[in-house]
């Protein structure tokens, strides 16, 4: 039988707030898939999670096809991400975007504002984008 208590433990342990400032592990992957696309963090859906990453996806407004995600943090302040399938190859999971040629997004947070940096410049948000 399973244990339910340590599914609640696992689900705590990713939308407790990271470092104080009250954004959420959650939050920091929408801010950073959002940053990551040029997208709305609006349109950006957590649907999953592990003890290991989260699973979130879109559907891109322009052609309304979905782009899924597993998103972690790293090293304190990175967010690293990889691709998580399609409509066509729902089992696919790509790689984690951990190789020294890949774009490398970090966050901060201050004064209720995350700031992601990654190749394309720097990007804020506030915590109610996020939501």
């Not at 939308?15 to 950073?32: E, L, R």
């Not at 891109?60 to 302040?77: A, Y």
């Not at 804020?124 to 996020?130: E, F, M, S, V």
């Amino acid at each position: 039988m399973k244990n339910p208590n340590i599914v609640l433990i696992l689900s705590l342990s990713l939308t407790s707030p990271v470092f104080a400032a009250d954004f959420t592990t959650s939050q920091i992957c929408k801010a950073g898939i959002a940053a990551a696309f040029g997208r709305d963090p609006k349109i950006i859906k957590v649907k999953g999670s592990t003890k290991d990453f989260l699973a979130l996806q879109y559907y891109r407004p322009s052609d309304n096809s979905l782009w899924k995600f597993h998103c972690k943090i790293v090293d304190g302040n990175q967010i690293m991400w990889r691709g998580a399938g399609d409509p066509s190859e729902p089992s696919y999971v790509g790689r984690w975007r951990d190789d020294p040629n890949d774009g490398k997004i970090t966050y901060s947070i201050e004064k209720n504002v995350i700031k992601i940096d990654d190749i394309t410049g720097q990007h804020t948000y506030k915590a109610a984008q996020l939501k």
